[in-house]
């Protein structure tokens, strides 16, 4: 895959994640790049991004409500947690199945 189909593949995840805004910006298309350059692989990524969209749907019903993700980076610590642990491709698996439930329960209002 090249810098181009990486990105774009980074980027098209990125505008899909729940919580993200779904707009990419000059910055947004930098930072995947730098993944791409620091050799960051494009399930890290895709894992990062369901873990982080995980958390934020998973929450005590008595937390604040959380703003919308207006940035790629915000993810950074994110990948680099993915990237340092050793949790296998079976969690990240689990949690895109169940990502949608969440969400369903959190539009609902049942949390």
């Not at 990237?83 to 369903?104: C, F, N, Q, T």
């Amino acid at each position: 895959m090249d810098a181009a189909e990486y990105v774009q593949c980074v980027l098209d995840a990125y505008r899909a994640t729940p919580g993200a805004c779904g707009m990419v910006r000059k910055p947004d298309r930098a930072f995947a790049m730098g993944l791409f350059a620091r050799g960051v692989p494009l399930d890290a990524v895709e894992n990062a991004l369901v873990l982080a969209a995980s958390r934020r749907v998973v929450r005590r019903p008595d937390a604040p409500p959380l703003g919308v993700i207006r940035s790629l980076a915000y993810f950074g610590p994110v990948i680099d947690e993915v990237l340092e642990s050793s949790v296998g491709p079976d969690y990240y698996r689990y949690l895109r199945r169940r990502l949608p439930h969440w969400l369903a329960i959190q539009r609902s209002g049942g949390r």
